[in-house]
């Protein structure tokens, strides 16, 4: 069964440290989107692609986080400068490209800043 | 604006119990309304969805979840819980001619008693 992959599963950072992370999205969708989940929170959108466009970044704090999908496949999510309130579970899904369409998840990146 | 309301951060049950996971929706236009569940350090896993289809739905591992517009809920249930159940339960709601932005709930954390 096709599944979302991100990578790397865990990251440990000092504040002040570039991140990023790294999803590839079921072969076939078209739609990725990136959450952020703080523990013991649902997960939050922070942007979502459409093809190769961003859809919605309305939650995406712009002057630290910045996203990319530049061929509409895999897609990379960058913090510059880490934050301690950037600690959390950063989430990629897709689905295939209606608004019906199931949005499946990837198994996530710890992050933890120190 | 949609928003989702879980009442209940932690549901204890015996094994063999009946589990209700409460979730109330409110939306502007008829939603489109999921349950996922996730297991530690893992990412979130469709449990079911209503797409305006039937009211009552059916979903993996014996769960299944009922739509009443009345109420403006879409509870979770499973007649008899198993200790492979424990996990955080997210209730999820996309408004149907918006996007595909799900909205979660804050997630109950479901423990099984053996």
């Known amino acids: 069964e096709a599944e979302v992959a991100q990578s790397p599963r865990y990251k440990i950072t000092e504040k002040s440290q570039a991140v990023a992370f790294w999803c590839d999205p079921i072969s076939g969708h078209a739609t990725l989107y990136w959450y952020r989940q703080i523990l013991g929170q649902g997960p939050e959108l922070l942007v979502q692609f459409q093809d190769e466009s961003v859809v919605d970044d309305s939650q995406l704090p712009k002057d630290r986080f910045s996203a990319e999908r530049l061929k509409g496949v895999d897609s990379t999510l960058k913090i510059q400068p880490a934050e301690l309130g950037d600690s959390a579970m950063y989430l990629c899904?897709?689905?295939?490209?209606?608004?019906?369409?199931?949005?499946?998840f990837g198994p996530g990146t710890r992050l933890t800043v120190l | 604006a949609q928003s989702v309301t879980q009442l209940g951060s932690h549901v204890s049950v015996s094994e063999g119990a009946l589990v209700l996971l409460r979730c109330n929706y409110s939306s502007s236009v008829p939603p489109y309304l999921f349950w996922y569940v996730q297991y530690p350090n893992q990412g979130l896993q469709l449990l079911l969805k209503y797409t305006s289809a039937a009211t009552l739905v059916k979903g993996i591992n014996g769960f299944e979840a009922e739509f009443k517009k009345s109420e403006t809920s879409f509870h979770l249930t499973k007649p008899s819980a198993h200790m492979s159940d424990a996990a955080e339960y997210f209730c999820a709601v996309k408004e149907g001619n918006a996007g595909n932005m799900l909205t979660f709930g804050g997630g109950t954390r479901l423990m099984v008693k053996p």
């Open positions: 899904a897709s689905s295939l490209r209606t608004s019906t369409d199931t949005q499946y």
